[in-house]
């Protein structure tokens, strides 16, 4: 069954660095997602891709990140000088299709904690 | 004002019990609704979408009350493995999914 592959599964930094997290999509999915989930918190969606641009972001998604599909089948997210807060889980997510109907099925991949020291 | 909210449980059942999840949204215009499940300090996977008629896959069922703006799952003689955190997640825009905080639940032999 296809899937949604993530790395580092782990990515310790410090503080003020920039990390960069890595996505492989399902091979034939078109729209990307990334959420992120603090621990003991809800998933939070962050920003969502189509046709190599944003087609959504969350308040969350301020200019410290950016996204990127730098290949035909690499996604990534990168955060600028990271903080403290910024310690979760970071979830990627893509599907074939946009998501307005209850058919439409966003697929996770196995996501990639990130510490912050 | 949280989008999407459910009881965070925990709620305890025995194998074999059945057990109701509800969960409320706020937005009027939420479009698509999910059920996800997750398991501790994994992604979420899907269990079921949720579809204005309501449905049912096995053990499962899905229901949604667009008029009261709620949508519950019905998880009949539950199994040991049942046992994770299930996420409510609502749709309006056709891109972000938003979340509830999940429900956690515990079946016990």
């Known amino acids: 069954e296809p899937e949604v592959t993530q790395t580092p599964s782990h990515q310790v930094t410090q503080m003020g660095q920039e990390v960069i997290l890595r996505c492989v999509p399902i091979?034939?999915?078109?729209?990307f997602y990334w959420y992120r989930q603090i621990l003991g918190q809800k998933v939070e969606f962050l920003v969502s891709?189509?046709?190599?641009?944003?087609?959504?972001k969350s308040e969350i998604f301020d200019d410290q990140f950016s996204v990127e599909r730098p290949d035909g089948s690499n996604f990534t997210l990168k955060i600028r000088s990271t903080k403290l807060e910024d310690s979760a889980m970071y979830f990627c997510a893509s599907s074939d299709t946009p998501g307005t109907r209850s058919t439409d099925t966003q697929y996770f991949g196995p996501g990639t904690r990130l510490t912050v020291l | 004002r949280k989008e999407v909210e459910q009881d965070p449980g925990p709620f305890n059942v025995p194998e074999g019990a059945t057990v109701a999840f509800n969960c409320t949204y706020s937005n009027s215009a939420s479009q698509s609704f999910f059920w996800y499940r997750q398991d501790c300090r994994k992604e979420p996977k899907l269990l079921m979408s949720?579809?204005?008629s309501g449905n049912e896959d096995g053990r499962f069922t899905a229901q949604l009350n667009r008029a009261s703006q709620y949508i519950s799952l019905l998880i009949r003689d539950s199994k040991l493995s049942d046992s994770a955190t299930y996420l409510c997640a609502g749709s309006n825009s056709g891109y972000a999914l938003n979340f509830g905080k999940g429900t956690s639940l515990l079946v016990t032999p």
């Open positions: 949720v579809y204005s």
């Open positions: 091979s034939n999915h078109l729209y």
């Open positions: 891709f189509y046709n190599n641009e944003i087609s959504e």
